[in-house]
Every structure is written in C-alpha cells, then in structure tokens.
C-alpha cells in the first residue's frame, strides 16, 4: 500500500528511486532509508529499510511509516568503486513519510548531497572529519541525523529547505517562486564531490584530494589537485558525505584547494567560473512587501521569518523557506510610521517601534492588529528604535531622540515614566538586549559607550557608561549565555569591529582597536548562534567571530550575490542566519550556524 498525504496517515509505504554518480548510475550501491534520530543533535538515526541499486541505479524501499517521521536516504559504495569503508557515501532528505504522494521517485546524486548537507548540517554527526564507531564495531558517522524534542520544529525545516535548493524528484536545482539560488556554486560543490564518486575509490587521488583538503585545519597543496598537509591531530574524512559536511561547516576553509578539485567533465552546470571566496549557501528571497529600507528582523517560534519595512510602512512574514505569508503588501495599520525596530514576545505576537510615530505597534501571530490605529504611545517613547523582549512578555525600548529608555507591560501598559529613564551614559541610543538577570543593555551611538539598567529602570552603569573595549559609534548589541555582551562598532574614527564587555561591564576586546577581521565594515546588528559565535550584519555581508573573538568568515565576510546584505541579523532554529538587503529582499545563509531557540528572549541559547 502506497501512502499519500491524504491517505490513512500510517501504514506500509513503497519508494522508488535512482542513485547516480553524476549522470552515471553507481550500480550496487547500498541504499538505506534513514528514521531521524530525537535524541540530540545527530544522534538517534535508525534504519527503515535496505536496498541494493540495480545495474541502472534503480532501487526500491519499502517501509513502515509513522506520521511525523522525518526520513533521508543515504546511498553508500558501488560496483566500480573499491577501498575500505566504502569512501562513496550520498544522502537525500525526503522529509515527513506520511505527506510522501503517491508513486513517489527520487534522485540520490551529488547534488541532492549538497542540498541536504548544506541544510541539515547542524543536525548530522559532525567530529570534524572522524567517524563515530558504535559498540559493535560500526559506524554511522555523518550519516546519523537527529535533533532533541526540543528542536523537531528546527530539523522539519531544515529539511523542508533542502528542497528550496533541489528537487530530489529529478536531482536538479529546484525553482521555488519569489527566490533566487546560488545554482552555479551549488553545481559547483556537486562537481568537487563527483570527482571522487565516479572515481576508483577511497585511494583515488581524487577522494584523497577531497578528504584532505576538506579536514578543517589541512594546509593548502602547491598545485591543484594534490592532497592537502593534515596536522597530526585532525582525523580526515573517510568518505564524500563526511567531506561534504567538514565544507559546510567550514565554509571559509582551502577554498581554492576545493575548487581545483573540479573534475575536467562537470557533470553539473553551469559553475562558477572562478573559485568563490566562501563556501556558504544562501539563498535570496522577495515578495510579501519586504523593502529597501527593512530594518527589523526576528524570528518565531514555528521557524518564520518577521520583517519590519520602513519605507512602505508594513511587516512582512515568510515561512522557513521563504513563502510570504503576509500578501502583496505585508500587514499593515496600528499606528506603524517609519517602522524600523521588531521583536517577538513568548506568545508569538510581534512588537514594532515606530521611528516617526513616537509610538509602538503590536500583532498578533496571524498578522491580525492588537493596537489601536496610533499605536502604544507614552513612557517616554521619542524616536524609539531598538527593542527588547523580557520573559514577562513586556518590552523594552530604545529611544533614539530621546536619549532614553522605556519599558511596557505584555499588554502595552508604560512602566517607565512620562520621561523614560534616563542617565548611565544614554546618548543616541540604538541597540538594546536583555541579559538572564533582566537587565537591558543598550549601545549608545551618539557617545561610543554602553549602558546598564536593572528592571526597574535603575541606572547600573556610570554616568559616562562603559566606555572601554574599542567602542566607537557602537550600535547592535547581543549578549551570550555566559551573559557576556557584544557590540558591533560602526565607526566614526577607527571603528569597523566588535567589542566584547563582561556581565560587569569591563571589557573583553582589545582596547582601542576591538575585534577585527572577517569582513567588518559598517557593522550594524549582532547576533549571538547556539555555540556563542557572533554573527554580525555589515554592509554587503556578514561577519563570524567565534567565542574568543577570532573571525572565522573570510576577510571579505560571507556574501550573497545580488543581496546587498545591510543592517538586520537573525539566526532561526535551524541554524540558518537570516540577513536583510539593501534591494528589495531577505537573505537566508543555510545551516551555517548553531540553531537558537526563538523567539528570542534573553540571552541566546541552543533549543
């Protein structure tokens, strides 16, 4: 009995599928049908059925299938390839087995391995390139795909994603309406790991090539196509899906080693006709009435995307892969004028400052008003631009005019004063973020310092604010679960870097220069992954610094084609990193970070 969506939700479904090596068949290639694990993070997987591919890649599962489970398939050896361990490994996400059609065939190629790699890379069994060796002797490495129960909304999108980028039906690069995918780097990255499939195997000079050159911390060859130096203490990949994952994630590593592995006959294309400066995938979208000057950026519990556009005075919604869901002219009214702050409450309702308005505007999750048509207005609010959401549902704010800071109840009562608080150095105030003792915290632009205030609106910081750390025009402001707090620096004098100061308010970062490097240049917001790097939007790309400061992006910061990333940053369940453009657009970076529980109150932290 084959099951559909529509069908009984449950019962013995039948697949079918072809597993290719470029357009090749890889004739007596193991296929198996994966259950994603759910307890932890790559961890959990176990088989559903088994299958040997045909002389023409042909294979048939059969199954039994639960509503709710997410499945994959991994295909792994073939006839013409040799070498222990079976070096060919590729995957394909399919997603929830019970919404599986009717007479439903797929692809497992190249392709459909970077799409589900790149997408579900913080849910697979990373060690850096070494695989994990069960007590029986076996090893599932970067097969094994899981997340915690606390995070099953995360891993359905990051599989929903991976078909934004290919349809596993035909193994080709999907076209999903309102997006704009990076098809050649895709094609690409397909054609770096066919040069090992369609080849003898493990020893190959190909997948020594590969394996080599994608362990993080291996040195770049002399010349293209030559294994890469591995230090002592790495553990290469022993297969193509473990390399496909040590690339995605690390992105910014012997990018040009990769790209010369670039078989003569590309089985893809077309591809880029020069090497990239990152690996990273993003993915473009427009649509929903997102606009030039979206300004504000935060995610929902259910993995959506809520954008803040001040031009044409509206929020926008897209799902996790982008469909907007807000209509052609976002939602509208409560007051909103020049809309430019947005911030998500634990009931899902959606706050926004009004720049213009001197007021706030509040929605419900399904876009349906709550404010009345001016909007909250009072408790100091004078140019209010960046908010915070405390564990109260209240909100805090930051007056940009004003030089103040104002505070709501969940229902939009003031709990600051007709004057808002004020003092601890507030000038020009942009940013604020609240740390686990629910103290605001805020990045004064107008006086290159950072304020402290208890929730009681008592000023914590000194009257100068602290000041030290490299601070210069600083204006994004996120805080990590350690409580420490990260500013972005725009820059009058030296500036273009971050600062770090403690939960005391001393500095972390070098003092004056800040942390620097890894694409810093007009740094506006910040945002803190489920690891505690530090992702930051600059104009034209994004910046990562890890725990200690040190930049992992290249010097150029992760770009997308076409994007003109600019001030908006935000990172989703799933680990993608969502940035807003300068052209009418959202940019989402897939599975590039650690996933973050949202939405996002308090510090951040791993769902």
């Known amino acids: 009995m084959l099951i559909s969506a529509a069908g009984c939700g449950r019962g013995i479904v039948t697949i079918k599928g072809t597993v290719q090596g470029g357009v090749q068949p890889l004739s007596g290639a193991t296929v198996t049908l994966w259950r994603m694990g759910s307890s932890g993070y790559g961890r959990g997987a176990s088989p559903l059925a088994e299958s040997v591919a045909k002389a023409d890649g042909r294979f048939t599962l059969t199954f039994l299938c639960l509503p709710g489970t997410q499945v994959y398939a991994t295909a792994q050896g073939s006839d013409s390839a040799s070498g222990a361990g079976h070096a060919i490994v590729m995957m394909a996400a399919i997603g929830d087995c019970a919404a599986v059609p009717r007479h439903f065939a797929f692809n497992i190629n190249e392709l459909t391995t970077v799409a589900s790699t790149w997408t579900l890379a913080q849910f697979m069994n ?15 490495g970067a097969q094994e795909i899981g997340a915690p129960p606390s995070n099953a909304t995360g891993l359905a999108n990051a599989v929903a994603l991976a078909a934004n ?16 995918l990076p098809a050649s780097e895709l094609n690409t990255l397909a054609d770096i790991l066919a040069g ?38 790495a553990t290469t990949a022993q297969d193509t899906l473990e390399a496909a994952l040590d690339i995605a994630r690390n992105p910014a590593h012997n990018v040009g080693a990769l790209f010369g592995l670039i078989p003569p006959i590309k089985p893809f294309s077309p591809t880029l006709a020069a090497g990239p400066t990152d690996w990273s995938v993003a993915i473009r979208y427009t649509g929903g009435a997102i606009d030039s000057l979206g300004a504000g950026l935060a995610i929902d519990a259910e993995g959506d995307a809520w954008i803040a556009n001040s031009a044409t005075a509206s929020i926008t919604k897209l799902s996790p892969t982008g469909v907007p869901l807000s209509g052609k002219t976002g939602f509208t009214g409560g007051g909103m004028l020049a809309p430019v702050g947005l911030a998500i409450d634990n009931v899902g309702n959606v706050w926004i400052t ?10 419900k999750p399904s876009g349906a008003l709550i404010t009345p048509p001016f ?7 004078s140019g209010p631009l960046g908010i915070a959401i405390d564990q109260s549902g209240g909100a805090w704010v930051a007056n940009q005019r004003g030089s103040t800071l104002s505070r709501f109840t969940a229902s939009g009562t003031p709990l600051s004063p007709q004057a808002g608080f004020s003092g601890g150095g507030l000038t020009n105030p942009f940013g604020i973020a609240l740390d686990s003792k629910g103290d605001a915290w805020v990045a004064n632009r107008g ?3 950072v304020s402290e205030f208890d929730p009681a609106g008592l000023a914590l910081s000194p009257q100068t604010g602290f000041a030290d750390g490299g601070l210069d025009a600083p204006v994004g402001i996120a805080i990590d679960s350690g409580d420490n707090v990260w500013v972005s620096n725009s820059g009058r004098g030296e500036g273009h870097s971050v600062t770090e100061l403690d939960s005391s308010g001393n500095a972390i970062s070098p003092d004056p220069a800040g942390f620097i490097g890894g694409g810093l240049h007009v740094p506006g917001a910040v945002a803190i992954d489920g690891a505690g790097h530090v992702w930051v939007a600059n104009s034209g790309s994004i910046t990562e610094l890890d725990s200690t400061g040190a930049a992992l992006s290249p010097a150029s910061g992760f770009t997308e084609s076409g994007g003109n990333l600019g001030f908006a940053i935000a990172i989703d369940g799933a680990g993608d990193v969502w940035v ?3 052209s009418d657009s959202a940019s989402e970076f897939v599975g590039i970070a650690a996933p973050v529980a949202t939405p996002l109150i308090g510090p951040a932290h791993m769902p």
């Open 196 to 233: 090992c499939v369609n080849s003898a195997g493990a020893g190959s000079p190909q997948c020594q090539a590969l394996f080599t050159c994608a362990t993080p911390g291996s040195a770049f060859p002399p010349e293209a196509g030559a294994p890469c130096m591995v230090p002592a203490d």
């Open 126 to 140: 990373y060690t850096g390139g070494a695989s994990v060796v069960s007590a029986a002797g076996g090893g599932l």
């Open 354 to 363: 009004n720049l213009s308005g001197n007021s706030l505007s509040k929605f």
């Open 447 to 449: 006086d290159d310092n």
């Open 165 to 180: 980028l290919v349809d596993v039906r035909t193994g080709t690069i999907a076209t999903p309406p309102n997006t704009s």
């Open 375 to 381: 909007g909250i207005l009072g408790g100091g609010l």
């Open 580 to 582: 807003l453009g300068s």
